[in-house]
T-cell receptor
Framework: KNEVEQSPQNLTAQEGEFITINCSYSVGISALHWLQQHPGGGIVSLFM???GKKKHGRLIATINIQEKHSSLHITASHPRDSAVYIC??????????????FGEGTQLTVNP | DTGVSQDPRHKITKRGQNVTFRCDPISEHNRLYWYRQTLGQGPEFLTYFQNEAQLEKSRLLSDRFSAERPKGSFSTLEIQRTEQGDSAMYLCASSLAGSNPSTDTQYFGPGTRLTVL
């Protein structure tokens, strides 16, 4: 069983819809990241969370440390949001710097 | 552009050949990571450098793989006697170590896509 699991694996939405991607993890963590990967490979960090909630534009990320669960929400989705969204954690007492342990990613497609 | 560059972007090789990839991190970043990503999967950790010291290697990094970071700047990842199972995207990331490692933000390069025929 993966230490970080995401759902759904694939998500198709119509432009304007509210989108939620979920991430559950089974290990103690010091931080959780949400990342975006576009075709071609480049990965960009969207959020780093250790508690509570963060908002940036139309993106909102929340984390519940007790339940070991995080969600990424996209409001008023747009076709340019189409990408793979990846949840990744830094494990507690990680000895390799800020090494990330990744989920498998959620492929989001937003149709016009 | 995150400021991390990788070269080449694509590499096609025949089974049994050796390949070498290069990563140039953001210049002041002292931490450097290599990850491997196969199709439809999330990246997996391969190895980690703090300055020029290689501090950890994953079990995924067989003895055919070697990584270096001379002088704590750019890094190279070499795969000897490539196998078809080595086909993947190889990602490099760098970060600046702070007093709290959980606050490091990693900046990823565009990756090198390796295809072994």
């Amino acid at each position: 069983k993966n230490e970080v699991e995401q759902s759904p694996q694939n998500l198709t939405a119509q432009e304007g819809e509210f989108i939620t991607i979920n991430c559950s993890y089974s290990v103690g963590i010091s931080a959780l990241h949400w990342l975006q990967q576009h075709p071609g490979g480049g990965i960009v960090s969207l959020f780093m969370l250790s508690s509570g909630k963060k908002k940036h534009g139309r993106l909102i990320a929340t984390i519940n440390i007790q339940e070991k669960h995080s969600s990424l929400h996209i409001t008023a989705s747009h076709p340019r949001d189409s990408a793979v969204y990846i949840c990744a954690v830094i494990r507690l007492r990680e000895t390799s710097g800020s090494r990330l342990t990744f989920g498998e990613g959620t492929q989001l497609t937003v149709n016009p | 552009d995150t400021g991390v560059s990788q070269d080449p972007r694509h590499k096609i090789t025949k089974r049994g050949q050796n390949v070498t990839f290069r990563c140039d991190p953001i210049s002041e970043h002292n931490r450097l990571y290599w990850y491997r990503q196969t199709l439809g999967q999330g990246p997996e950790f391969l190895t980690y450098f703090q300055n020029e010291a290689q501090l950890e290697k994953s079990r995924l990094l067989s003895d055919r793989f070697s990584a270096e970071r001379p002088k704590g700047s750019f890094s190279t990842l070499e795969i000897q006697r490539t196998e078809q199972g080595d086909s993947a995207m190889y990602l490099c990331a760098s970060s600046l170590a702070g007093s709290n490692p959980s606050t490091d933000t990693q900046y990823f390069g565009p990756g090198t896509r390796l295809t072994v025929l």
